[in-house]
C-alpha cells in the first residue's frame, strides 16, 4: 500500500526534546520533497517544514526555526523531525505529507502522531 | 508571510444542496491554491490542486476556481460523505500557509 505512517509523538517537556518519524511505503521515496504539517487541538493545518529529495535543502515556519530539524533516510524510506527546546504551543498532531512530483501540493498524508507539551 | 482567509467558517446544507466556499489570500499567488477535504481523526485529502485542477479518484462534483487572490470551491450535489471540514492552502512563496477551515454540517 502507498502509506505514511507517522511515530514518535507523546508527552514532551517544556524545554525538552521530541523525535518524530514517518515511514513511508509504497512509492519511491527518493523522488518527493515531503513535508511536516501539524493541527493544534481544534485548530487549522500549519505548515512546519520540508526538505527536498536529497536532504539538502530545508525550509521552516518561522515559530520553529532554530528549534526544530528536518531530516530524511532515503535508505530507509523515512522522514524525521527533531523537535528541541519544545513549548506548550507545539503541543499539536503532526502529519507528514508527500508533496506531488509535478504540482504544489500534498497529494499523500500520514493519520499523524500526537505531541503534547506540558509540565 | 500570506495570509489566507476562508468563508465561511462553518455552514449547514443538506443532501444535495449545491455548496460554495470561498477563500481569499492576502497577496497575489496567480493559480497556486490547494484545497483539503478533513474528516474527524483522519488524514486531510487532496482535492483540487493549482485553483482548478481535480486530483485523481475526486469526485467530479467538486470543481474549484480562481485566480489572483480570489477562490472558490463548489461542490455541485453535496453527499453525505463530504460532511468535513475543507481547508484552502497556497503554495505560491514558502510558507505555504492554510486557510482556518469551512466546517460543512449537515442541516
Known amino acids: 500500500d502507498v502509506q505514511l505512517v507517522e511515530s514518535g509523538g507523546g508527552l514532551g517537556q517544556p524545554g525538552g526534546s521530541l523525535r518524530l518519524a514517518c515511514a513511508a511505503s509504497?512509492?519511491?521515496?527518493?523522488?518527493?520533497?515531503m513535508h511536516w504539517v501539524r493541527q493544534a487541538p481544534g485548530k487549522g493545518l500549519v505548515w512546519v517544514s520540508r526538505?527536498?529529495?536529497?536532504?539538502?535543502?530545508?525550509d521552516y515556519a518561522d515559530s520553529v526555526k532554530g528549534r526544530f530539524i528536518i531530516s530524511r533516510d532515503n535508505a530507509k524510506n523515512t522522514l524525521y523531525l527533531e523537535m528541541n527546546s519544545l513549548r506548550a504551543e507545539d503541543t499539536a498532531v503532526y502529519h507528514c505529507?508527500?508533496?506531488?512530483?509535478?504540482?504544489?501540493?500534498?497529494?499523500?498524508w500520514g493519520q499523524g502522531t500526537m505531541v503534547s507539551v506540558s509540565s | 508571510d500570506i495570509q489566507m482567509t476562508q468563508s465561511p467558517s462553518s455552514l449547514s446544507a443538506s443532501v444535495g444542496d449545491r455548496v460554495t466556499i470561498t477563500c481569499r489570500s492576502s497577496?497575489?499567488?496567480?493559480?497556486?491554491l490547494n484545497w483539503y477535504q478533513q474528516k474527524p481523526g483522519k488524514a486531510p485529502k487532496l482535492l483540487i490542486y493549482?485553483?482548478?485542477s481535480l486530483q485523481v479518484g475526486v469526485p467530479s462534483r467538486f470543481s474549484g476556481s480562481g485566480s489572483g487572490t480570489d477562490f472558490t470551491l463548489t461542490i455541485s450535489s453535496v453527499q453525505p460523505e463530504d460532511f468535513a471540514t475543507y481547508s484552502c492552502?497556497?503554495?505560491?512563496?514558502?510558507?505555504?500557509?492554510f486557510g482556518q477551515g469551512t466546517k460543512v454540517e449537515i442541516k
Open positions: 505529507a508527500r508533496d506531488h512530483e509535478r504540482h504544489r501540493a500534498f497529494d499523500l
Open positions: 509504497g512509492f519511491t521515496f527518493s523522488s518527493h520533497w
Open positions: 526538505i527536498s529529495t536529497d536532504g539538502r535543502r530545508s
Open positions: 497577496q497575489y499567488i496567480d493559480k497556486y
Open positions: 493549482d485553483s482548478s
Open positions: 492552502q497556497h503554495t505560491y512563496s514558502i510558507p505555504w500557509t
